[in-house]
Every structure is written in C-alpha cells, then in structure tokens.
C-alpha cells in the first residue's frame, strides 16, 4: 500500500507528507494489539448462533469526548438496550459497539466551503480536526497513532463490560498494520477491533476495502444502501464468505424508510434463494437524514421507526431471521434526532455531533423497546409456521 493517494481515491486522505505516513504504519504495526484474536473468535462463534446482533455507538467517536464518564454513558446504555429487546423478545442479544475505534469518516464531498474559504472535509479524527481552519483540517498520519492510543485507552473503560468493539475499515493506513497472523490457526486477523465493517461508499467489487476485508478472519459487515442491487450482494458475498459460514458476514440496510420495504424485500429475496446463512441487519438511521430550515442535518425518529418495521415486515414475509439493528446514539441527553417535527430551536439546545446526528438515551430506549416487540412478534410469526407447517 505505498502508492501515492490522491483526494477522495478510494476515500483515503491526501496525506501531505508520505516519510510521516509510513512511519505512522510502521509505529501501528510494532504496537500490542488492541484486541485479543481469540476474542474475535469469540464474537464470530456468538454471531454464528442465532442471537440478535444490537450495533450501535457514534457516528464519530472524538478524542475530546474519550473520557471514562462519556464511555460509561454509552455502554450502560447498550447494555440497558440489549437487556430490553432480551427481556421483550425472548432472545439472547450480542452487544457490538460502535466505539474503540470509530475516528474515520468517508465523506460525500471532498471540500467544504465557508465564508469563502475551501479547506478538506473533516474525515475523523484519526486524519483531522473538525475546527475549520487551514492548520487543523489538513490531514497528520500522526492522527493514526493517537488514534490507536485513544481507543487502547477505550478498551481500559471497557474492560468487563461484555461489549464487544467495531469501526468502519476505511483507512487502510490504519487497518494494514494492525493486521496479524494468529499462531493459533494460522489466519489473519485486524486486531485493531472485534468486528469490522465496509460502508456504503467503499464497498465496491472488486475495491481495496473488500479485498482487505476478504484477507481478515474478524466478522465482517457490509452496508447495503438504495443503489446496490441483489447481484451486487451475490458480488460481496462470493468474496466475503464463500464458504457460506455462520457468523462470518452481516448485511446492513440503510434504505431509507420510504422505499425500505421494497428494497430489502428484494435483497432478502435473493439471500433466501441462495440459501446464504449471512445475518441481515437494519440500520434504520443512514437511509434517513433531512436537512432542518436552518441546514442542520437531523433525522425524525419516526421515519426512523418506519424503517425498522419495514425491515422486519420484509423479514416476516420471507421467514427471514431478522439479525440485528444498527443505530448511531449518544449516552448524553442530545439534541440532534427530533421525533416529528423539525425544530431548529430544539436541534439548537445540545447539538454536538461530530458528524452524523445521533439517537438520546430516551429516543434510544424507544427505538430498542420497538425492536424488542417487533423481534417478539416475529418470533410469533415463525413458530406458528413451523407449527402449521408440523400439522400439515
Ligand atoms: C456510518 O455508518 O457512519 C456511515 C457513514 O454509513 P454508510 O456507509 O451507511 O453511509
Ligand atoms: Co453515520
């Protein structure tokens, strides 16, 4: 990976200086795992069972934000989630945070403009800072390093916590040198997390993104958005898990909740006639974010919900498992999710998100409550037609 990297190619930063860049690497891949391979094992065995995968954390962890109070926020909160859609359901949950890890963001544009100036997008603060300045937006691979050194600090506030760690894989400056062999089975592994996923904007085949995914043994999950279509899937399942193993890969739908049901009902349609055992996972939040009168992004928590029923409705009418949901939350009362109307003065009260706006604890809670009974009710669904099915 020494090719020269030019803005947006693949989505990986126009680092300035390539000597700094290759020793950020080389630094990243002398440094003690942050994730142990046999705990990686561990979570494709659990995601191999049928238990319900809950995903969720920041769009965009920040270095500021990394504190002890503010990860004890968000874990109690995953874990106060996944006890209600456990106690709703009936199921046993795997708890995956978005969190450790999660300091790169792919961005629609390369640039942003304001008040007449161009400067990069903010893409994480593993490559810049979001303050719209010259100095701070222009990416530093040191950034990769203190990246690495922020989330070994996470994964201290996380010890016994049970939650198991994710991140987009977008910089590969960061994945590659984290990858190693395990002398246990011989095969490759990302140890900078448990789970790793492929966004929407990378996850072409054949692409780098794919191609490091393939090579790694971690769990992978793929974002599925509005313009894939089901050859598309057969593409990324014939790379990433051919052998067809349980708990190898997860698709994640991010539709949008006017035209989800249609959509993963055509995707889902193709996973049953392949008889692939791949999870399928909604993220009912991507697929969904407006702009207010004012410009800020936010997301209604309704039509949040509307894409979440629609995903399990599309999942009932195929006897498809539902596997999971992926939301991006704050264990802080936020204010960036409304949940009918939009509001610039509420979105104006606490809007702090680096990135994309964010579920609060209680549109959070909400949200797990109706997974919960949309899983119960699925489960409903599905013993009727093993019993009907028992009695023919
Ligand atoms: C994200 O999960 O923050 C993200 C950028 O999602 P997507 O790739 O689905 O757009
Ligand atoms: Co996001």
């Not at 962890?61 to 990860?71: A, G, K, L, Q």
């Not at 939009?342 to 606490?350: M, P």
Request: proline share 6%; charged share 25%; glycine share 6%.
């Amino acid at each position: 990976m020494e090719s020269t990297i030019t803005s947006q190619r693949d989505h990986q930063p126009d680092w300035p200086v390539e000597s700094e860049v290759s020793r950020a690497r080389a630094e990243l891949s002398r440094a003690t795992p942050l994730v142990p391979a046999s705990d990686i094992r561990r979570l494709t065995a659990r995601l191999a069972q049928p238990a319900f995968l809950l995903h969720a954390g920041d769009c965009a962890e920040t270095f500021r934000d990394n504190t002890r109070p503010s990860v004890a926020n968000r874990v109690s909160l995953l874990r106060d989630m996944s006890a209600a859609v456990e106690l709703q359901s009936g199921h046993s949950v795997v708890t995956v945070g978005r969190i450790a890890g999660q300091y790169a963001k792919p961005r629609s544009a390369p640039t942003e403009r304001h008040a007449g100036l161009t400067l990069p997008s903010y893409l994480g603060d593993a490559v810049n800072e979001v303050e719209f300045s010259d100095e701070k937006r222009t990416p530093d691979p040191r950034n990769l390093v203190r990246a690495y050194e922020e989330s070994r600090k996470t994964l201290s506030y996380l010890e016994r916590s049970g939650v198991f760690t994710s991140h987009e894989a977008l910089l590969l400056d960061y994945e590659r040198p984290q990858t190693r062999r395990s002398a246990i089975d011989g095969r490759l592994y990302d140890q900078s997390a448990h789970l790793l996923w492929i966004g929407e904007r990378t996850r072409s085949v054949p692409g780098p993104h794919i191609a490091f995914a393939a090579e790694i043994a971690n769990p992978i999950a793929v974002k599925i958005g509005p313009s894939a279509t089901p050859a598309d899937l057969v593409a990324l399942h014939v790379v990433l898990n051919p052998d067809n193993i349980p708990g190898r890969l997860a698709f994640i739908f991010r539709m949008g909740y006017e035209r989800a049901y249609d959509l993963v009902y055509a995707m889902l349609s193709r996973v049953v006639a392949e008889g692939w055992v791949d999870r399928v996972v909604c993220d009912p939040m991507h697929g969904n974010t407006v702009a207010s009168p004012a410009g800020v992004k936010t997301r209604v928590v309704h039509e949040i919900e509307a894409e979440l029923r629609a995903f399990f409705g599309a999942c009932s009418d195929l006897g498809v498992t539902p596997g999971g949901v992926h939301l991006e939350l704050s264990g802080d009362d936020v204010s960036e999710c409304v949940t009918t109307q939009i509001s610039d003065t509420y979105l104006s009260r606490n809007y702090r998100t680096a990135c994309d706006p964010r579920l609060n604890p209680i549109q959070a809670s909400y949200l797990a409550q109706v997974a919960g009974e949309l899983l119960a009710a699925h489960r409903d669904i599905s013993s009727q037609t093993v019993l009907a099915m028992s009695n023919r």
